[in-house]
C-alpha cells in the first residue's frame, strides 16, 4: 500500500541548532512534494514546493532536498527560534494535478 | 483580505442528522478542496473541484457530497451523519494549473454523538 511516512511524531531541539525532518515515501513516484506548517487549531499554511527533477530548495531559513531514489525529502530550519515550534506536514503531487497526499506531520519544538 | 472562511467553526451533531459545511475563498482561485483530518492519519482529500460547476471525488469520498454552483463557494455536505465522521474538516484553495500552493482555512471541528 501506499504510505508516507514522516520521522518522528515529535522533534526537541535547541534554539540556534538546525533541525531536520524526514519525509520518505513507498509505492509512489511524486512530480512534486509540498511542506506545510500547522499552528494547533489552525490550518496548515503553505512552506516550499520542490520539483521532481531539483535537488535542493531554499527560502531564507528554509531548505528543502528530494531524492528520488531514496524516496525521501528532507527539511532543514536553520538557526531554529521558539517561534518555529509547530507541526510540519510533507505532502506529495503525483502528478502536478495538485492532488495532494499528506504524510502525519512532525511536531516540532524548539526550546530556548 | 480573508483568504479561505469556513463556517461554522464548530458544531456537535446527533447520528443520522444533515448538515451542510461552507467554504468561501475570495482570491479568485479555481481549484477548491475539502480535506479530513484525523489523529495519526493526516490530512486525506474527500472531494475537491477544478471549477465552477465540477467536482470530483477524492481519497475518502463515501458518506460526503458537494457542491461548487459559484466560483468563490465549496459546500460540503453529510447526509446522514455518522460517529465515524468526527473529525477536523479543512477547506483549501489553489490558482489551478500545475502543483501550487493550497491555501487553507481554519477548520471546522464536527463531533458527531
Known amino acids: 500500500s501506499q504510505k508516507i511516512e514522516q520521522n518522528s511524531e515529535a522533534l526537541n531541539i535547541q534554539e540556534g541548532k538546525t533541525a531536520t525532518l524526514t519525509c520518505n515515501y513507498t509505492?509512489?513516484?511524486?512530480?512534486?512534494l509540498q511542506w506545510y506548517r500547522q499552528d494547533p487549531g489552525r490550518g496548515p499554511v503553505f512552506l516550499l514546493l520542490?520539483?521532481?527533477?531539483?535537488k535542493e530548495k531554499r527560502k531564507e531559513r528554509l531548505k528543502v532536498t528530494f531524492d528520488t531514489t531514496l524516496k525521501q525529502s528532507l527539511f532543514h530550519i536553520t538557526a531554529s527560534q521558539p517561534a518555529d515550534s509547530a507541526t510540519y506536514l510533507c505532502?506529495?503531487?503525483?502528478?502536478?494535478?495538485?492532488?495532494?497526499?499528506f504524510g502525519t506531520g512532525t511536531r516540532l519544538t524548539v526550546i530556548p | 483580505n480573508a483568504g479561505v472562511t469556513q463556517t461554522p467553526k464548530f458544531r456537535v451533531l446527533k447520528t443520522g442528522q444533515s448538515m451542510t459545511l461552507l467554504c468561501a475563498q475570495d482570491?479568485?482561485?479555481?481549484?477548491m478542496y475539502w480535506y479530513r483530518q484525523d489523529p495519526g492519519m493526516g490530512l486525506r482529500l474527500i472531494h475537491y473541484?477544478?471549477?465552477?460547476?465540477?467536482?470530483a471525488k477524492g481519497e475518502v469520498p463515501d458518506g460526503y457530497n458537494v457542491s461548487r454552483l459559484k466560483k468563490q463557494n465549496f459546500l460540503l455536505g453529510l447526509e446522514s451523519a455518522a460517529p465515524s465522521q468526527t473529525s477536523v474538516y479543512f477547506c483549501?484553495?489553489?490558482?489551478?494549473?500545475?502543483?501550487?500552493?493550497?491555501?487553507f482555512g481554519d477548520g471546522t471541528r464536527l463531533s458527531i454523538l
Open positions: 520542490i520539483r521532481e527533477n531539483e
Open positions: 509505492n509512489y513516484s511524486p512530480a512534486y
Open positions: 473541484s477544478v471549477g465552477e460547476g465540477t467536482t
Open positions: 482570491m479568485n482561485h479555481e481549484y
Open positions: 483549501a484553495s489553489s490558482p489551478g494549473t500545475g502543483s501550487q500552493p493550497q491555501h
Open positions: 505532502a506529495l503531487d503525483l502528478t502536478g494535478a495538485n492532488n495532494l497526499f
